[in-house]
């Protein structure tokens, strides 16, 4: 089992849907949960990040971790056509040690936004 | 304030030619990584380094090997190319304790024919 499984998709909704994306992982050491967002042929940027279990908002986004299930989310409001891209979540443990800077990355989900 | 930034932005090689592929941040980051991205395989580690004089492998460093002589740069050397190696490769940085926000950079695509 890898440890960070997402589904690749593709994923195509129509402009002002609600978009869920997901991510279950197997190690229960992962306490930071990023979701990053890359556009064709360009490098991953942050999107939001979330330390342990719980939710976080940032405008159309919000970002669900529960530990318990091992499995997170992110959700997209009022999609729009610029939001159509790549989307990687990716996840780190706590500790000390270089070991623990590391992100493991789940594969990416590609979206299309329609007009 | 540049970020990160990596050269050349593609590269093509033959099988056994070598290369180096840069990476330089302005960010005074410590920890710095490379990253390559492969179809249906998502991002996998390379090596990274968390400080100048300081570096160790991720999960795929066969081929590659990489230094840090300053806080700013980390090259990533291909000895000898194969054509597995074709791929994007992506190098990322932050501060210490606060891996959850990496910087990415552009990426340099790599054919190995």
């Known amino acids: 089992q890898k440890e960070v499984e997402q589904d690749p998709g593709p994923l195509s909704v129509p402009e002002g849907a609600i978009v869920s994306l997901n991510c279950t992982y197997s190690?229960?050491?992962?306490?930071?949960f990023m979701w990053y967002r890359q556009y064709s042929r360009k490098g991953p940027e942050l999107l939001m990040y979330?330390?342990?279990?719980g939710n976080k908002e940032d405008g159309r986004f919000t970002a669900q971790v529960d530990k318990s299930s091992k499995y997170i989310s992110l959700f997209i409001r009022d999609s729009q056509p610029s939001d159509s891209a790549t989307y990687l979540c990716a996840m780190s443990a706590r500790g000390s040690g270089g070991s623990n800077y590391k992100l493991t990355f789940g594969k990416g989900t590609l979206l299309t936004v329609n007009p | 304030n540049a970020g990160v930034t990596q050269t050349p932005k593609f590269q093509v090689l033959k099988t056994g030619q070598s290369m180096t592929l840069q990476c330089a941040q302005d960010?005074?980051?410590?920890?710095m990584s490379w990253y390559r991205q492969d179809p249906g395989m998502g991002l996998r580690l390379i090596h990274y380094s968390v400080g100048a004089g300081i570096t160790d492998q991720g999960e795929v460093p066969n081929g590659y090997n990489v230094s840090r002589s300053t806080t700013e740069d980390f090259p990533l050397r291909l000895l000898s190319a194969a054509p597995s190696q074709t791929s994007v490769y992506f190098c990322?940085?932050?501060?210490?304790?606060?891996?959850?926000?990496?910087?990415f950079g552009p990426g340099t695509r790599l054919l190995v024919l």
């Open positions: 960010m005074n980051h410590e920890y």
């Open positions: 979330t330390y342990s279990s």
């Open positions: 190690n229960s050491a992962f306490q930071y």
């Open positions: 990322a940085s932050s501060l210490i304790g606060s891996q959850e926000t990496q910087y």
